[in-house]
């Protein structure tokens, strides 16, 4: 079974500081593995996705996350935050077992930019 | 990437009663998913539609109550019957194969 780790509900940066979003996700087969952004009464937007090719994916928004194989990570990133990052972020994960692509979620990060 | 869209977009509905939500994608796609997000919540899965055959429920959610059809392979339907006010949520549907990882808009459910 596959699951996903998101560790903090809550973080807060800095507006111009590195942003860091953690995800461990735990699979039993090589995962595909999605980072997703959900601004307020929006619906979801694909940010990036790793899908066995390059481990450093790089996705809109000027955010990028790196599958680490070893750590069983897939932390998103950003240089520099910007008041527009402010969103609730969900880490997902499909191990595409017997070709069923189903995606398992995160419990979701709320990311709060601090002018 | 995947085009889908989703209708109604919101809706309000009186206890008792059932709402049919569509996904329709512009491109043919093997799989698609219904799943569900609650207020404050991350998302759930309901089920998978693969066309031509029957819905398949994750565990707590039954086809008694949520309804699944795949007509064809750019279109589904997802109805919630006989609601409550535990429903209220947002209903996304999602696809697979080439377009894996997009999600349609989402239909924003209130049961008053």
């Known amino acids: 079974a596959q699951s996903v780790t998101q560790l903090g509900s809550h973080v807060s940066v800095s507006e111009g500081a590195l942003v860091l979003l953690r995800c461990n996700y735990s699979?039993?087969?090589?995962?595909?593995l999605f980072w997703y952004v959900q601004y307020p009464n929006q619906g979801l937007q694909l940010l990036l996705k790793?899908?066995?090719?390059?481990?450093l994916v790089k996705g809109i928004n000027g955010f990028e996350a790196e599958f680490k194989k070893s750590e069983t990570s897939f932390h998103l990133t950003k240089p520099s935050a910007h008041m527009s990052d402010a969103a609730e972020y969900f880490c997902?994960?499909?191990?595409?077992?017997?070709?069923?692509?189903?995606?398992?979620f995160g419990t979701g990060t709320r990311l709060t930019i601090i002018p | 990437s995947a085009v889908i869209s989703q209708k109604p977009s919101r809706d309000i509905c009186q206890r008792g009663t059932s709402l049919t939500i569509q996904c329709q994608v512009d491109?043919?796609?093997?799989?698609m998913f219904w799943y569900r997000q609650q207020p404050g919540q991350s998302l759930t899965l309901i089920a998978t539609?693969?066309?031509?055959?029957?819905?398949?429920?994750e565990s707590g959610f039954v086809i008694d109550k949520f309804p699944i059809s795949r007509p064809n392979l750019t279109f589904s339907t997802l109805t919630v019957s006989n609601m409550s006010p535990e429903d209220s949520s947002i209903y996304l549907c999602?696809?697979?194969?080439?377009?894996?990882?997009?999600f349609g808009p989402g239909t924003r459910l209130t049961v008053l």
């Open positions: 539609a693969n066309q031509g055959s029957e819905a398949t429920y």
């Open positions: 999602s696809v697979a194969g080439t377009a894996q990882g997009y």
């Open positions: 790793y899908t066995s090719a390059a481990t």
């Open positions: 997902a994960v499909s191990d595409r077992q017997g070709g069923n692509e189903k995606l398992t």
């Open positions: 699979s039993s087969v090589p995962p595909y």
């Open positions: 491109s043919q796609v093997t799989m």
